[in-house]
């Protein structure tokens, strides 16, 4: 049909440019008695008359061809339509349209990374808890580790009491964001969470600690998600002496002196404070105070040790408030 169509359009301009023309001068020179100057201006007239309307001829045949091609792109979608109905027709199980799929529910992994936890108390500068689902849980992060200030089985390490503090002023109180790493486990031998922790602005904080110079990278046995990303980080720790690694702190040597007094007959040692009765000039004996309120580790440790409080240590391994201060 098309081409039947344009063939015809065809004709119909040769016709009329070039046959219809040629007739009419030979017809002007050959069939007429009129002067040469005569013919001459008659000639020119046709020929001015014959383009004008060429013209307009051209143009109306792009527009029959412009209207052509519009029918033809019609009914090619017309088919195509015909066609995908036919199939769909034929397999209705894989008729999933994608409206289907984006009001499909986000996988719950993504869900819980964006969800934000209260702090509610920090340990030491790896360890901390948070409230989740109104519940209180201890979290030991990932791939760092900060010189020991509250283990009593351990000599105080050095800088662990900036480490400690710049936590604190860090993270009390605020809203953080964890993640998981499925190469680490969901906790650790003492029923802590092991996450990773970010801030409110995205910051990774437990990268944060390692580039400023208050805890040191640490792989407990398997290879975590960001152990080339903080190795790097004590790399550059070390190279600009920040923190730790300053030679006017600690120059990287984490453990001091300190004076240990060891009990008979316990399965680890115990630092025992000063005994001084009632009073450290710091605490005050309390056996009444439960752990939540105590208002750090080392309280709740001179509780025990030096007050007596034995029920600050239910499991007898020498650690008072286990679940806040390992």
């Known amino acids: 049909m098309n081409q039947k169509s344009n063939h015809y359009i065809f004709l119909k301009v040769i016709f009329i ?31 001015a008359v014959f383009l004008f309307f060429s013209v307009i001829l051209v143009n109306d045949n792009k527009n029959e061809l412009a209207d052509l091609k519009t029918q033809t792109e019609e009914l090619q979608r017309q088919l195509e339509k015909e066609r995908q109905k036919n199939l769909q027709s034929k397999n209705p199980e894989e008729n999933v349209t994608p409206k289907n799929e984006e009001i499909k529910p986000p996988v719950e992994e993504e ?11 920090v340990v030491d500068g790896d360890t901390l808890s948070v409230e989740i689902n109104g519940k209180k849980e201890v979290l030991r992060l990932i791939g760092i580790n900060t010189p020991e200030t509250v283990d009593p089985r351990k000599p105080v390490e ?3 009491q900036e480490a400690s503090k710049k936590a604190k002023e860090i993270l009390t109180g605020k809203m953080v964001r964890l ?12 029923n802590r969470l092991l996450r990773y922790l970010y801030l409110e602005d995205g910051t990774n904080f437990n990268k944060l600690m390692i580039e400023e110079g208050y805890a040191y990278e640490y792989t407990y046995s398997t290879p975590y998600k960001y152990q ?18 300053a030679d006017d702190t600690c120059d990287g040597k984490l453990t001091t002196e300190v004076d240990e007094i060891t009990i008979e007959n316990t399965s680890a040692p115990i630092i ?5 009765n009632e009073s450290s000039g710091e605490y005050a004996c309390n056996c009444s105070k439960t752990c939540p309120q105590m208002e750090s580790c080392a309280e709740a440790q001179y509780q025990l040790n030096t007050c007596g409080c034995t029920k600050r240590d239910a499991d007898k391994d020498g650690i008072a408030c286990d679940a806040d201060c390992q």
């Open 17 to 47: 440019l070039v046959f219809l023309p040629v007739v009419l001068i030979w017809g002007i020179w050959k069939k007429t008695s009129w002067s040469k100057q005569n013919k001459w201006l008659v000639t020119i007239a046709v020929v």
């Open 111 to 121: 869900k819980n990374q964006e969800e934000k936890f209260k702090v509610l108390n």
């Open 158 to 160: 050095c800088f662990g």
């Open 179 to 190: 993640e998981n790493d499925e190469t680490q486990g969901e906790r650790d031998k003492y």
């Open 228 to 245: 080339a990303d903080f190795k790097t980080a004590q790399q550059k720790a070390e190279r600009e002496n920040r923190g730790l690694w």
């Open 272 to 276: 025992v404070a000063p005994a001084n």
